[in-house]
C-alpha cells in the first residue's frame, strides 16, 4: 500500500498507473483509493491521511468550491501528487505531528 496527504476540501482526480492515465475499462474497476480516518493539522489546515493500492503511482488532486473559499487555493487549478509514501513514512510523519485527529464516521 501507499499512502498520501492532502487537504480537507480537495478531491481526486486523475489516477496513474505504470501504463499511464487509470483506465477504469481495462482495469474493470476504479483505483482503491481509500480515506483513512486519520488526519493531520499542520499550518491551520486539516490534511487527510489516503491510502491506495500500489499499482497507483501518481494521484491529481483538485480543490472543491469548499477549498476554493481558501484565500491560498483561490488560483490553483490541480497538484499532481508524484512521490507517494509507504507506511513507515506514514509512521514517521505521525509521530512528528503536533495535532493528530481521528474520526470513526463513515468519510465517503
Known sequence: ???FLFSEGWAVGRVWTVGGLWSETAWRRAPDIEKMTLCVW???EKMWLYR???AVLMVDV???SKAQQS???QNIGNVVLTRLI???Q???YLSNAS???QTNQDLS
Do not use: F, G, R
Open 62 to 64: 483538485y480543490p472543491t
Open 90 to 92: 506514514v509512521l514517521e
Open 1 to 3: 500500500m501507499k499512502y
Open 99 to 101: 495535532v493528530i485527529c
Open 42 to 44: 499542520d499550518k491551520n
Open 71 to 73: 484565500a491560498s487555493t
Open 52 to 54: 491506495v493500492e500500489d
Open 86 to 88: 509507504n507506511a513507515e
